[in-house]
C-alpha cells in the first residue's frame, strides 16, 4: 500500500517526506552494516556544512568516486542538500574516462576515499585549487552502523560533529545531478537533470509501482548508470528498504536468491537477464510469493519470455519501461495486463504525468497506425542540458511548434499500433542498447583509433539469433584481436569493449565514402570478410 507523504518539491525532500515518524527505520543495507533514514539525515547535514564552507557554488558538480555503498549514497543526499549537484562515477570505469569526466566537469570539490583517492590524483595534481573531501567510516567496514566522518585532509575544515538542515539554496528547477552517458562526438556527455525531474520521475514510478513501507528491492547497479537512481530514491520516499550490491553485472542467479533469501518485493533487470532468470529458476511460486512486480526496458523484451511469468506468477505485475537518460531514467511505462500471443510487441507505454510523446510523419502530422517516425519526449522531466555544451543541446532539443513545447529528439524509431500505442523499431543514429546499456559506435571506435597500431575503424551492432553483438573491423599493423581487446580494457567500460575484433585489410565504404556498415553486418551474418 502507497502511503501518504509530503509533496516533495526538491530531491532532498524524498528523504525528508514524514522524516520524524520514520528516523529509526532502516532505509539502506549493505552486507550486516545497516543505514536508517535519520542516521543518513544527521550525516548529509554535515557534509552539506563541509561543503558550504568550502565555498562550494549552488549548481556547482560534485563527483564522488566510491565503491558504491552506505558512504555514497550519504554523499549524494548531502550534496543535494548543500545545493550542488552530484555527479556519480564508476570506479570499475577506465581510469582514462575518470579522468576525462574529471576534466570536463572542472569541480571545485571531489569526494572519494583513501582507497580510491590514486583515481583522483592525476587531476588534482592538474588542477590547481581543487579540493578532496575524503569520507571515512570511523566505526570500521564490519560495524553495523558506519559512523562517517568527512574531512578536507589539505588542511581545509572538517564537517562539524552537530549539524542541523542547512539553509535552502536551491528548488525545483535548480541542478541536481549530472549523469554521464556515451557520446556521438567520441566522448561521454554529461546529461544535468533539474530537481523537479528527479521529483517527478520518483513519485509517479512510486505511484505506478505501488511502493510503500513494505517496499524491498535489491540495487546491483552502477550509480553511475541512471537506473540506480529508481534504487536509490524509490524506496526511500516511499519507506521501503533497499540492499545495496557492489557487483558489477546483474545474474539470474543473484536475482533468483535475492527473492527467495531476502523476500524482495521488487525486481528490475534488462529483457536479457530476464530471459536468463526464466531459464535458471523453476520460479516456484512459494518462492516468490513475496515478489509484487517486475520492471524491464532498455531493450526489446520477447512476448514469449513474459508469457511464462504470467503462467508461473500470475500474482507478479509485468512493467515494461522506456527512457533515455536525457529524459530522467524513464519517461513511460506499459503494463502488461492481458495474456500474450507468442507474436506480439510489447508497446513502450503512456507518459508520466508531466510528460509528452509524439512522433510525427515526413509531412509533419501525427503518426497514424502504421506509420514510422523519431519519437521525440517533451514535459517536465527533459534534462536542462549536456554539461559544458549548448552546441549539442541545440542539436538535441529545441522548441517544435508543431507540438508547442520543447522537445527531445530521441533518435528512436517508433511506430503507431492499432490501439495508439508507440512501438520501439530501432534507432535512427550509431547510437545502440545493448543490455540496458546505451553506447554510442563513434565513441568505441575513437577509443580503437588511439591505439597505437590501428589504421582505421568501424564497429556494427549485430543480432545473431539471441545474442547481440558489437564487432569491430580493424585495419591495424602487427595487432592481434586478443591486443586490441587488452588495449580498450583500459580505456573503456567492459560492457563497451567489443565482443569481436577482425583485422583486416581494408575497409568497404559506401558510392559518398563512408564506412559501409550494412555490408559489413551482412557479411558477418553470411559468415564471410568484409
Not at 533497499?242 to 531476502?262: M, N, S
Not at 511505462?333 to 508531466?354: C, F, N, Q, S
Request: charged share 25%.
Amino acid at each position: 500500500m502507497v502511503m501518504a507523504v509530503n509533496a516533495p518539491e526538491t530531491a532532498d525532500d524524498l528523504l525528508a517526506a514524514r522524516l520524524d515518524e520514520r528516523r529509526d527505520r532502516i532505509a539502506y543495507v549493505q552486507g550486516g552494516r545497516a543505514l536508517s533514514r535519520g542516521q543518513l539525515d544527521d550525516d548529509a547535514n554535515r557534509l552539506a556544512a563541509l561543503l558550504r564552507r568550502l565555498d562550494v557554488a549552488h549548481g556547482a558538480p560534485v563527483p564522488i568516486v566510491l565503491n558504491k555503498s552506505l558512504e555514497f549514497v550519504t554523499a549524494i543526499f548531502g550534496v543535494l542538500k548543500s545545493g550542488a549537484m552530484f555527479v556519480p562515477f564508476d570506479v570499475y570505469d577506465a581510469p582514462e574516462r575518470i579522468r576525462y569526466i574529471l576534466d570536463d566537469l572542472a569541480a571545485p570539490v571531489v569526494i572519494t576515499d583513501e582507497r580510491h583517492l590514486p583515481l583522483v590524483e592525476p587531476h588534482r595534481r592538474a588542477r590547481e585549487g581543487l579540493r578532496v573531501v575524503l569520507a571515512r567510516d570511523e566505526a570500521g567496514a564490519d560495524a553495523p552502523r558506519p559512523a562517517l566522518r568527512f574531512e578536507a585532509p589539505d588542511g581545509g575544515p572538517a564537517a562539524p560533529d552537530d549539524a542541523g538542515p542547512p539553509p535552502r539554496s536551491h528548488g525545483p528547477g535548480s541542478r541536481a545531478y549530472t549523469i554521464y552517458t556515451s557520446g556521438s562526438t567520441g566522448r561521454p556527455k554529461g546529461v544535468v537533470v533539474r530537481h523537479e525531474s528527479l521529483v517527478n520521475y520518483v513519485r509517479e514510478t512510486v505511484r505506478l509501482l505501488e511502493f510503500g513501507e513494505g517496499t524491498r528491492i535489491m540495487c546491483v547497479k552502477s550509480f553511475s548508470f541512471d537506473a540506480s537512481l529508481t534504487d536509490i530514491f524509490c524506496p526511500l520516499y516511499s519507506g521501503g528498504l533497499v540492499r545495496l550490491v557492489d557487483q558489477k553485472h546483474i545474474t539470474p542467479r543473484l536475482l533468483d536468491r535475492g527473492v527467495r533469501e531476502h523476500r524482495l518485493t521488487h525486481l528490475s533487470c534488462t529483457p536479457s537477464v530476464l530471459k536468463l532468470l526464466v531459464g535458471f529458476s523453476d520460479l516456484r511460486p512459494d518462492d516468490f510469493a513475496s515478489l509484487e512486480s517486475i520492471t524491464f526496458g532498455g531493450e526489446a523484451i520477447s512476448a514469449a519470455v513474459l508469457r511464462v511469468l504470467q503462467e508461473k506468477l500470475p500474482h507478479v505485475r509485468l512493467f515494461n519501461r522506456y527512457g533515455p537518460t536525457e529524459a530522467t531514467v524513464v519517461a513511460a511505462t506499459y503494463e502488461v495486463t492481458e495474456p500474450l500471443a507468442p507474436d506480439d510487441v510489447i508497446p513502450l507505454g503512456k507518459p508520466h504525468p508531466g510528460v509528452s510523446l509524439f512522433a510525427f510523419d515526413d509531412d509533419g502530422a501525427p503518426l497514424r497506425e502504421g506509420g514510422r517516425g523519431e519519437l521525440l519526449i517533451g514535459g517536465v522531466q527533459l534534462m536542462q542540458g549536456y554539461w559544458n555544451d549548448p552546441a549539442m543541446t541545440a542539436r538535441a532539443m529545441g522548441f517544435d511548434a508543431r507540438a508547442g513545447m520543447t522537445l527531445y529528439r530521441t533518435g528512436d524509431l517508433v511506430t503507431v499500433d492499432a490501439r495508439g500505442n508507440y512501438v520501439y523499431l530501432g534507432r535512427l543514429d550509431q547510437t545502440i542498447k545493448k543490455y540496458g546499456f546505451r553506447i554510442n559506435l563513434h565513441e568505441i571506435e575513437n577509443a580503437l583509433k588511439a591505439v597505437a597500431g590501428v589504421g582505421d575503424c568501424v564497429c556494427v551492432f549485430v543480432t545473431r539469433g539471441e545474442e547481440q553483438l558489437i564487432v569491430a573491423y580493424v585495419r591495424a599493423e602487427g595487432a592481434s584481436a586478443r591486443d586490441l581487446k587488452a588495449a580498450l580494457s583500459g580505456r573503456l567500460p567492459s560492457y563497451m569493449v567489443p565482443d569481436l575484433f577482425e583485422v583486416v585489410a581494408d575497409l568497404p565504404v559506401t558510392s559518398s565514402g563512408k564506412p559501409d556498415r550494412d555490408r559489413l553486418k551482412a557479411a558477418f551474418l553470411a559468415g564471410g570478410g568484409p
